[in-house]
């Protein structure tokens, strides 16, 4: 299963009022794990950085006038993305964006059901509590110290550990795959380890499907593979 945990740096809040997308940062998951296959690209945004949006991401108007406008960069995203899900935190904000400057070079918009929002995940396993990107990184104990201004491909590989939390950890198949791991939650002080029990479940068969099966074995003769001895 492959998934996109994307997000966007913007120059304000709405793409109907003038605002463009300046920054596009995507990382790939395959069943839940990441595969160090990542998309990145700043945009110029063909317009002047509002002092407000410059403070949040430090994304200024000398630096951008270099990079590829969206119409150049759009086609190479959509190839990316693909038909994956998108996961997004607060994927309302980020689709309108990209939607509109799709719009804007006539190539096919993102249907809304392709995006899944962590937010939406976040406020309903914890009713009542902070959700933002920030909060849940304190409440899962992800280490932000680079995160000293906002960036899209860095904010993705946080949302990446955020959302593994969210869904059950960073171990997907529960432990299942492997005998040990060295990866930790949240709620696990160290490497997850499969021990022997020490008192041995008791046998569900009951005496008739015992001898039933035993029947059936020595039916078989010595032909029966599980009967030969190592």
């Known amino acids: 299963m492959r998934e996109i945990v994307l997000d966007t740096e913007t ?64 086609q190479g995203f959509l190839d990316f993305v693909g038909g994956s899900k998108l996961i997004i935190h607060n994927a309302a904000f980020d689709m309108k964006f990209l939607n509109a400057e799709l719009k804007k070079v006539n190539l096919p918009t993102l249907p809304w059901e392709q995006a899944l ?12 509590s902070p959700a933002s990107l920030d909060a849940l990184c304190r409440r899962f104990n992800i280490d932000t110290s680079a995160r000293v201004l906002h960036g899209a491909l860095l904010d993705s590989e946080i949302l990446a550990e955020v959302y593994l939390e969210l869904i059950g950890g960073r171990q997907p198949d529960f432990g299942l ?54």
């Open 11 to 74: 120059t304000g809040f709405e793409p109907e009022q003038g605002d463009r997308i300046v920054e596009i940062g995507a990382v790939e998951l395959h069943n839940h794990m990441p595969t160090g296959n990542t998309y990145h690209q700043y945009i110029n945004p063909e317009r002047s950085m509002p002092q407000g949006a410059f403070e949040v991401h430090g994304l200024g108007d000398e630096f951008l006038s270099s990079k590829p406008v969206f119409a150049r960069v759009a």
């Open 117 to 128: 929002d962590t937010l939406a995940i976040a406020r309903k396993k914890f009713p009542g």
């Open 177 to 230: 795959g492997a005998a040990t791991s060295t990866q930790k939650t949240s709620a696990d002080a160290g490497p997850t380890r499969v021990v022997a029990r020490p008192t041995p479940l008791p046998s569900r068969l009951t005496q008739e499907e015992a001898a039933a099966h035993d029947a059936f074995v020595e039916a078989m003769g010595d032909g029966a593979l599980w009967s030969k001895k190592s």
